[in-house]
């Protein structure tokens, strides 16, 4: 496993974008992000980065599997420093900012799916 975190906590307004057509993105953190940047989040519990990710990668995110397409430039050294990095579901063989990792599954991520305790494990 590349990657194993648990999620414990996180506002609506972390999931707000997940529901708009043009962004279908969330925010992820590691536990101990200033406050400001938590409230906007789903934080997570510190972990490793075992292995360098790549796209074709699986993640898993509350229970729902999802296939790495494309990671931007900053993705890798921000999840692995801070555990943050965009996660964003619509795909695409390019990430559309440094900074996100574009994910492609059966279903997009909702709001409803996010849970305190639900993982994020990448493989």
Known sequence: ??????????????????TEEDCK???IFNDGAPEELAEISIVHTVSPMNE?????????????VY????????????????????????????????GMIMLEGESDLMPEDVFVGGTIEIH
């Open 25 to 27: 993105f969330v925010f």
């Open 1 to 18: 496993m590349k990657f194993y975190s648990k999620i414990v906590r996180f506002t609506q307004d972390a999931l707000y974008f997940l």
């Open 52 to 64: 360098e990710l790549e796209p074709g990668d699986i993640m898993i995110i509350c229970n729902k």
């Open 67 to 98: 296939t790495i397409t494309a990671i931007g430039d900053e993705a890798r050294h921000t999840l692995r420093e801070m555990g943050h990095c965009t996660l964003c579901f619509k795909g695409g063989s390019v990430a559309e900012r440094p």
